[in-house]
Structures are given as C-alpha cells and as structure tokens.
C-alpha cells in the first residue's frame, strides 16, 4: 500500500533563509506526488506535482521539488522564505487515492 | 469560477444528532471524496465516488455515510455522531484521468459534544 513520510513534525525557518522540507514515500509503481499547503484556517492549495519527465518540478510562490526515485524522496525547497510561507505543509502520493503525510508546520521567525 | 463548496463551514452538534455536510463542485468531475484532517495524522480519506451512484470506502470509513445521486454533490453524513468524530473535513473532486489534480473545498470544522 502507498503510504507518505514527513519527518519533520515543525521546523522554524528565519526570514530570507532557506527552507527544504523532507518527503518520502513507499510506491510499488511510478508515483504521482503532490505537495500542498495549508495556511492557518484556509483549506488545501496545491504548491506542485510531479507525474513524470524532468524530476525538478516548479512551483507556485517560489517553491520547488525534487523527485530521487533512489531515495524515494520528494523534497520541497524555497530558497528564500517570506513571513507569508508559514503554514501547514502536506506531501501526498497518489494511485487510485490521495494519501497525505502527517504534515510538517513552519514557523518564520523575523 | 470553478470550484468546491462545503456546508455549512463550523458546526457544533451533541452525540447522536444525525447531520449532512454538504458538498458540491462546479466543474463536471466524475471523482469526488470526503477526508478528515487530525493533529499528526494529515489527511486521511472517508469515502471516495468514482462517478454517480457509485461509492466505496476510504481509510477511515465508520460513522460515515455518503450519497452519490448527481454529479455534482457528494455529501456527508453521520447518522449518529460521536466525539471522536470532531474534526476538519475537506471535499475534494478531480476530472478521471491520473493527471488530473484535485481540488479541495474550504472545510468544515465540526465539533461533537
């Protein structure tokens, strides 16, 4: 069964500093991974998705990802954190369902 | 403007109330779901409809009930809540296909006393 990891349960980043966000999954096939984000009292919006071909995705407000079919990682980086990114961030993988990562909160300190 | 609406947003109910939430979405997707959001647990899917009259369970399924008679709602319904069932609960829908993304409604904040 498809199942997602995120370690890092919190993770504060200052602001103007680099942000990578830890993802792992366990697929048999080629996965369809997603990441959203959830600020604090909004609902789900999707940052990026991967299907397949170039394994460096782009995404909205400044995010990327990057599918390691050896590692079985999905990491979501952002070179340059703004106050506005802290927020509730999910990895998710996908067959015939979405299965969601326990999420990892991010903090921005000024 | 294309996209998923749940009802109502808050609800705070007793044990035993049967009560609907409401969805519906705009966008003449065949796949809908239901998902419950929980501190350290993500999301984790209810019910899920392939296409009209046509549901199957999800993860986490029990207490739940769903209909699938048009299209484009998809509600929710627990006919007898219990406080375990307080929870954030998202919509969501997408067109069939694997590449297609799905979009999620804004939630609903339900809590069983």
């Known amino acids: 069964a498809q199942s997602v990891t995120q370690p890092d349960i919190h993770i504060t980043v200052s602001e103007g500093a680099s942000l990578e966000l830890r993802c792992n999954y366990s697929?048999?096939?080629?996965?369809?991974l997603f990441w959203y984000v959830q600020s604090p009292g909004q609902g789900l919006q999707l940052l990026l998705k991967?299907?397949?071909?170039?394994?460096l995705v782009q995404g909205i407000k400044g995010f990327e990802a990057e599918f390691k079919r050896s590692q079985s990682s999905f990491n979501l980086r952002k070179p340059s954190v703004h106050w506005s990114d802290a927020a509730e961030y999910f990895c998710?993988?996908?067959?015939?369902?979405?299965?969601f990562g326990a999420g990892t909160t991010v903090t921005v300190r000024a | 403007e294309a996209q998923v609406t749940q009802n109502p947003r808050y609800l705070i109910t007793v044990t035993g109330k049967k009560l609907t939430v409401t969805c519906s979405q705009n966008?003449?997707?065949?796949?809908m779901s239901w998902y419950r959001q929980d501190p350290g647990l993500g999301l984790r899917q209810i019910y899920y409809s392939m296409n009209v009259e046509v549901t199957d369970k999800g993860d986490v399924p029990e207490g739940y009930k769903v209909s699938r008679k048009e299209k484009r709602n998809f509600p929710l319904i627990l006919e007898s809540p219990s406080p375990n069932q307080t929870s954030l609960y998202f919509c969501?829908?997408?067109?069939?296909?694997?590449?297609?993304?799905?979009?999620f409604g804004p939630g609903t904040r339900l809590t069983v006393l």
């Open positions: 998710a993988v996908r067959d015939y369902k979405l299965s």
């Open positions: 966008m003449n997707h065949e796949y």
């Open positions: 991967y299907f397949s071909g170039d394994t």
């Open positions: 969501a829908s997408r067109d069939r296909g694997e590449v297609h993304e799905q979009f």
């Open positions: 697929y048999g096939a080629t996965p369809y």
